[in-house]
Nanobody
Framework: QVQLVESGGGSAQAGDSLRLSCAAS????????MGWFRQAPGKEREFVTT???????YYADSVKGRFTISRDNAKNTVYLQMNILKPEDTAVYYC????????????????WGKGTQVTVSS
């Protein structure tokens, strides 16, 4: 069982930066691929980015070049650095984990955090 706790959300102005963190329980964090998803009001949850245990990353087109995912396996933590924020980035951001390779498909993730709110104003 893996428990995930997100932190770092808040309010920002367009063009600002925020960094989200996701702390994971367990002793096999390095074997899990981690993903970030987000859900805006009235919209379906969508893929943002994923990182494999070995560091391979993949991004949604909407955040490519602005967001960076990273992980520190020694600290059981994955990060999402969000730069050049836009109002359309406003959403609840969720951290997720799955064994094996990274994926953009929500149903392939086994564990989810409760989310952290990010609000970007223009």
């Amino acid at each position: 069982q893996v428990q995930l706790v997100e932190s770092g959300g808040g309010s920002a102005q367009a063009g600002d930066s925020l960094r989200l963190s996701c702390a994971a329980s367990g002793r096999t964090f390095g074997t899990y691929a981690m993903g970030w998803f987000r859900q805006a009001p009235g919209k379906e949850r969508e893929f943002v980015t994923t990182i494999w245990g070995g560091g391979i990353t993949y991004y949604a087109d909407s955040v490519k070049g602005r967001f960076t995912i990273s992980r520190d396996n020694a600290k059981n933590t994955v990060y999402l650095q969000m730069n050049i924020l836009k109002p359309e980035d406003t959403a609840v951001y969720y951290c997720a984990a799955r064994r094996g390779y990274g994926s953009s498909r929500m149903h392939e993730y086994d564990y989810w955090g409760k989310g952290t709110q990010v609000t970007v104003s223009s």
